[in-house]
């Protein structure tokens, strides 16, 4: 598998995974917002991917936020899921991040069940609920979780 760092080439296909997780996050593939940071974050190279080879479609994402010390955005798509693609995008952020400063991401409420794997995900990592996230764009309850400072 192979994590490239994200190039204007690849927005469509971002946009593609967007659509598939919308209903967990809220409106993205058609917003003007969306877009914007997306387009940013890809100028900025903190938007990382795992490209089919066959297409142009993207297996996941991640997306990070070096100033804030924040993962701002992680999918994967639906055939790729459980298959430890969310766990290599997450090992390539982390390394691009801070570990002397805790590392944070919102991800979804322990009574979310559509966010059991996430949860895991980030838990296996070592990060833990730090405080209430409210909800999202989809109504959905969601978590700060955070990483404590790696010595």
Known sequence: MHIA???????NAWLALAREVE???GPMAEEAGF??????????????CIRTFDSS???????IAPDANEI?????????????FGQSLLAHALNRLDSRQPVRVQT??????EGAAARHL???AGF???????????GIPTVIMELAVQD
Not at 108 to 113: I, K, L, R
Not at 128 to 138: F, V
């Open 108 to 113: 979804f409420d322990s009574s979310v069940p």
């Open 35 to 48: 877009h914007t940071a997306l387009q940013q974050a890809i100028i900025n190279q903190q938007a990382f």
């Open 5 to 11: 760092i994200s190039t204007p080439n690849d927005f």
């Open 122 to 124: 980030y838990h296996m």
């Open 128 to 138: 833990r609920d730090a405080r209430s996230g409210g909800n999202n764009p989809a």
């Open 57 to 63: 479609a993207l297996k996941g994402g991640i997306i």
């Open 23 to 25: 209903h967990l996050f």
């Open 72 to 84: 701002l955005w992680l999918a994967v798509s639906a055939p790729y899921r459980s298959t430890g």
